[in-house]
């Protein structure tokens, strides 16, 4: 074969190639900056923060509703911990709790409740294997972390200024801390 | 030597051109606005697999980048327009009148962006629209301009947004949308009024 050939099929293979490691290195990227520029914006990590409401000058991701107020939680569960304990505190609105991978993946969504906190353990990825989350724990709901770093993200309707208000006075009491590994606290 | 030279030098134009393709066919290069093409009604375009694992690599390049932390369609669904009903580009050197319906979610929300994905950099506080605005009513309709509108209750500021497109929110989304958003959707239309400078041409 023409040794030009060969070198055209290798550049055409490298190419392809590196086209194809970049696409799918975005996603994580993308996420890593994003929770890199919250970090700097002081969110703290294994609790939630109420940030600001999202306008042109706050936004910290892409398109943020202005409708919606965000409590994130950045996590990162070491190995030698089990997991992570979430709960939303009620909210007599429209609200949802949803939990995102550090490749971007919602892995999770829930309707928070009005009458009650909803609550979740959240199992590493370095357990599952020893958690059988076929059933859960009475009052709360098992999941399983794809990645040991992601997000929790609590959603309120705050359109009007009441809402907000109302959120800001319940918002302090979500909760978001690593768990001890203890077969007791996790699903089982 | 220089036959080295030549091989490392390939090597890397290789893997630059890979590398500046993946950035822009995902839309982090120089390709403006989020792109979807699995749903589009009346020119309003989502993608029903957003948040989730079935997403393809570039569907989950391009949300990372234009919609990083959406929710899967069961909680929520985005539609996205770029052009106004006559398929010309939004741009905030118009004006134009948006009128719309009852929409098939428990809430919904319409808001404005700019080609990078961001609200625009103004402060008329006027971003958006929600249906705890406009209440139950059949029927609204609302001005989208770079100045605040006289003749109509709502108004959406496009002030600074150069080119730009609107995104609908519908949350709780009903099960007949997800079914079939062809015919469940209340598409709203985008009416250009007029354009500044002679940008109507």
């Not at chain 1, 910290?60 to 030698?80: A, G, K, M, N, Q």
């Not at chain 1, 609590?154 to 006075?169: H, K, Q």
């Not at chain 2, 036959?3 to 066919?25: K, P």
């Not at chain 2, 770029?82 to 009148?97: F, M, S």
Request: glycine residues 8%.
């Amino acid at each position: 074969m023409n040794k030009w050939v060969i070198a055209l099929v290798m550049f055409v293979g490298c190419a392809v190639i590196a086209h194809w490691w970049t696409v799918r290195a975005i996603p994580g990227f993308v996420m890593s900056r994003a929770m890199d520029t919250m970090e700097e914006r002081g969110l703290p990590l294994h609790g939630f923060a109420l940030a600001p409401l999202a306008t042109p000058q706050s936004q910290t991701v892409v398109r943020p509703s202005p409708d919606l107020s965000y409590s994130i939680c950045r996590f990162h569960i070491p190995d030698d911990y089990g997991g992570l304990f979430v709960s939303a505190a009620p909210f007599d609105g429209y609200g949802s709790i949803s939990f995102f991978d550090a490749r971007t993946n919602n892995f999770a969504t829930v309707r928070t409740r009005s009458d009650a906190p909803t609550p979740f353990t959240i199992v590493g990825p370095r357990h599952v294997d020893a958690v059988d989350l076929s059933s859960d724990v009475p009052d709360r709901t098992g999941l399983v972390a794809p990645t040991r770093q992601g997000l929790v993200l609590i959603r309120r309707l705050t359109a009007t200024a009441a809402a907000r208000d109302r959120v800001e006075a319940i918002a302090k009491d979500d909760v978001c801390q690593l768990l001890p590994y203890n077969a007791d606290l996790l699903p089982s | 030597m220089w036959r080295l030279v030549a091989l490392f030098f390939a090597l890397g134009a290789a893997i630059f051109l890979g590398m500046m393709s993946a950035l822009w066919t995902t839309g982090l290069l120089g390709k403006p606005g989020v792109d979807f093409a699995d749903v589009d009604v009346a020119g309003w375009q989502s993608d029903w697999s957003i948040g989730s694992d079935a997403a393809g690599p570039y569907m989950r390049a391009r949300i990372a980048r234009h919609g990083l932390l959406a929710l899967t369609k069961q909680e929520a669904v985005y539609f996205t327009r770029r052009t106004d009903d006559d398929g010309r580009a939004l741009t905030e050197e118009c004006t134009y009148r948006l009128t719309g319906g009852r929409q098939p979610a428990e809430w919904w929300s319409i808001t404005l962006y700019d080609s990078a994905s961001r609200l625009p950099m103004n402060e008329d506080n006027a971003l958006s629209l929600d249906r705890s605005q406009i209440g139950s009513v059949d029927a609204w309709g609302a001005i989208v301009s770079p100045i605040a509108a006289t003749d109509s209750a709502f108004w959406i500021s496009s002030r600074n947004a150069g080119e730009f497109d609107l995104m609908l929110r519908l949350y709780r989304p009903t099960q007949a949308l997800l079914a079939s958003p062809e015919t469940e959707l209340n598409t709203p239309s985008i009416e250009r009024l007029g354009c500044q400078g002679g940008a109507d041409e």
